[in-house]
């Protein structure tokens, strides 16, 4: 007898998120971020990727001129996120694998875990606060 196959389950990290804040631990030192302040940082997910982009809002015409991107692949397992970043303006943090702890409460996505690149002199925590784009 051929076994039903079960609905797919939506991801609720499908679409796109708004950076509000970011908090980033380096041993002792804690350093707070509002990315609502001059510059804008969106998250989009699909169901096996992910991309991000941050910009300031002075279109690159001050000292507060950035721009960063980066993506990858994920995979979600409970509330366990796995991202390999693949491409990213930083290079030589490409190829790297982060583990973090997701969730979602109505329309706000909590992202925390650690970003460990030994070679790098990287490892701090990160607790990142999204919001859903309607």
């Not at 491409?87 to 992202?111: A, C, K, M, P």
């Given at each position: 007898m051929p076994s039903e196959k079960s609905p797919d389950v939506k991801i609720p990290l499908i679409g796109t998120w708004k950076l509000i804040s970011g908090t980033t631990i380096r041993g002792a030192d804690t350093i707070v971020v509002d990315y609502t302040v001059n510059q804008s940082f969106i998250k989009i997910f699909n169901d096996t990727h992910f991309s991000f982009f941050r910009h300031d809002l002075s279109k690159g015409?001050?000292?507060?001129?950035?721009?960063?991107?980066?993506?990858?692949?994920?995979?979600?397992?409970?509330?366990?996120?796995?991202?390999?970043?693949?491409?990213?303006?930083?290079?030589?943090?490409?190829?790297?694998?982060?583990?973090?702890?997701?969730?979602?409460?109505?329309?706000?996505?909590?992202?925390?875990?650690?970003?460990?690149?030994?070679?790098?002199?990287?490892?701090?925590?990160?607790?990142?606060?999204?919001?859903?784009?309607?």
């Open positions: 015409q001050d000292s507060t001129a950035v721009f960063a991107a980066g993506a990858g692949t994920y995979t979600l397992k409970g509330n366990a996120y796995t991202e390999q970043l693949e491409y990213f303006t930083l290079r030589e943090w490409e190829g790297n694998q982060f583990e973090f702890t997701v969730s979602i409460s109505q329309d706000t996505l909590i992202q925390t875990g650690v970003e460990k690149i030994p070679e790098l002199g990287v490892d701090q925590m990160i607790i990142e606060k999204y919001v859903k784009v309607k």
